[in-house]
């Protein structure tokens, strides 16, 4: 898993951050540990569960920035981190406490205890939950099939409405663009033209979604995060002479 955004709803107001909220859960039983596991460079952000790395042989985790009441893990990765197969490096974890690394009916630990007695290495940093800060525009991601639609990740701990700059996408200046609530897929929230400092600002706030097929229970992601669809205007290629002269011919 790299450079992906692991998201549950949460009132980053409230710093007991209660609920279960699991954003990632690795190994469901202890017969079989998930082993050779690469997670890097994402961002995990859940409720007090939001990392649970339960049952697990062998594990690279790595440039990682976490948000969560606890870390949990089962007492049978113990094995793993005594023979140094958890290797956790360059990861930032916001947790409710210091002794926020919580080994289940074993201890709790700090992140300098953990990897003093494990010899963890790596230049991992813990936070409070209430330190937490980011970057709003977590990702654009150009979609393979259509270069001028775009998929955009937003958090803003407050549901402001957030600017995205398109400077580094290519955009010609007075583009049309249409803008759509992934969780509400079929309805335009906003549009326009892309204007000459290309940036555009994205609402935050909204409440309207379209219920998941067979899913009766579904509520709307919090306004403090949002993933979007930008569909810009497809760009007319500028015909070269030959291209003109046939135009003309026929």
């Not at 909220?21 to 994402?42: H, K, M, P, Q, W």
Request: proline letters at 1%; glycine letters at 6%.
């Amino acid at each position: 898993m790299k450079n992906n955004v692991f998201y549950h709803n949460i009132d980053f107001s409230d710093r007991k951050n209660h609920g279960y909220g699991n954003s990632i859960n690795l190994g469901y039983t202890s017969r079989a540990l998930v082993e050779a596991i690469f997670i890097t460079d994402n961002y995990i952000l859940g409720r007090n569960n939001g990392l649970n790395i339960m049952h697990a042989k062998s594990l690279e985790f790595k440039n990682n920035t976490i948000y969560t009441g606890f870390v949990h893990f089962d007492k049978s990765i113990l094995p793993a981190l005594e023979s140094g197969r958890l290797n956790f490096e360059n990861n930032t974890f916001h947790t409710r406490n210091q002794a926020g690394l919580r080994i289940l009916k074993h201890k709790d630990y700090k992140l300098s205890d953990l990897q003093k007695e494990f010899n963890v290495h790596g230049s991992n940093e813990w936070k409070s939950l209430s330190s937490f800060e980011i970057n709003s525009v977590l990702k654009i991601t150009c979609l393979k099939t259509n270069e001028n639609h775009f998929n955009i990740a937003l958090l803003d701990k407050n549901g402001t409405d957030v600017i995205v700059d398109f400077t580094s996408e290519n955009i010609d200046e007075g583009t049309a663009y249409e803008i759509y609530d992934i969780e509400n897929r079929d309805v335009v929230i906003k549009s326009g033209k892309i204007s000459k400092d290309f940036k555009i600002e994205f609402p935050m706030e909204l409440k309207d979604f379209q219920m998941p097929l067979h899913n009766t229970v579904a509520t709307k992601t919090a306004k403090n995060f949002g993933v979007y669809r930008i569909e810009f205007e497809t760009k007319k290629k500028r015909k070269t002479f030959f291209g003109r002269f046939f135009d003309w011919l026929f």
